[in-house]
């Protein structure tokens, strides 16, 4: 095995694969790795066996995570099923380290992301918001302009009917037509009775 190969073979996976699969990855195979350097003498973290739910559809699916499970010393005994760690364990740590490294690096990456996702629906509300408040606005105007045009449409009403109701007004009367009463007032110089 190269020195750092599983460097390689990590960043790999971190380039060609999508983030939150690989964090699901990493983290159980951090737990393998631990498990084996926190109890070195337990043949039981040693061993995991291929078939295993977990391990099928959450590290294996990866194509790449076998091939570091391989560098590292994992070899296939009688049973093609079960790999048993015979690697060195020093390499083991540096691998366990780098990919605990790379773990966090991703989960900060992927939760600045989250963050900026929902920064860009935070802005995309407000603009909905301010937009919606824009046309209320437009709206409001134009209700305040028709009730102008009412009012206007009313007083202009008001108008029209008093000019109709001076029209229907006798128009001889406008013109001096028809009878006029004159009444008789007595001179006051004058002497009363005859």
């Given at each position: ?186 001179n006051p110089n004058c002497g009363?009775?005859?």
């Amino acid at each position: 095995m190269e020195k750092n190969e599983f460097k390689q073979i990590i960043d790999q996976i971190i380039y060609k694969y999508n983030h939150k699969p690989i964090l699901e990855a990493f983290s159980i195979l951090l737990k393998l790795f631990n498990n084996i350097i926190k109890y070195p003498r337990e043949a039981k973290f040693k061993n995991f066996k291929k078939s295993n739910s977990t391990i099928r559809n959450k590290i294996l699916i990866i194509d790449e995570s076998l091939k570091l499970i391989n560098v590292l010393g994992y070899k296939k005994t009688n049973d093609d099923e079960i790999l048993s760690f015979e690697g060195d364990y020093n390499n083991l740590i540096e691998c366990t380290n780098y990919l605990n490294k790379k773990t966090k690096e991703l989960e900060l990456e992927l939760k600045n992301k989250e963050l900026k996702e929902k920064q860009k629906e935070k802005e995309l509300e407000n603009k909905i918001k301010f937009s919606n408040y824009n046309d209320s606005q437009k709206q409001s105007r134009k209700i305040q302009s028709e009730k102008e045009k009412i009012l206007q449409q009313i007083e202009n009403d008001k108008k029209e009917r008093a000019m109709r109701e001076k029209a229907r007004d006798s128009k001889a009367n406008d013109l001096k037509f028809g009878m006029h009463q004159v009444v008789f007032k007595p001179n006051p110089n004058c002497g009363g009775s005859r």
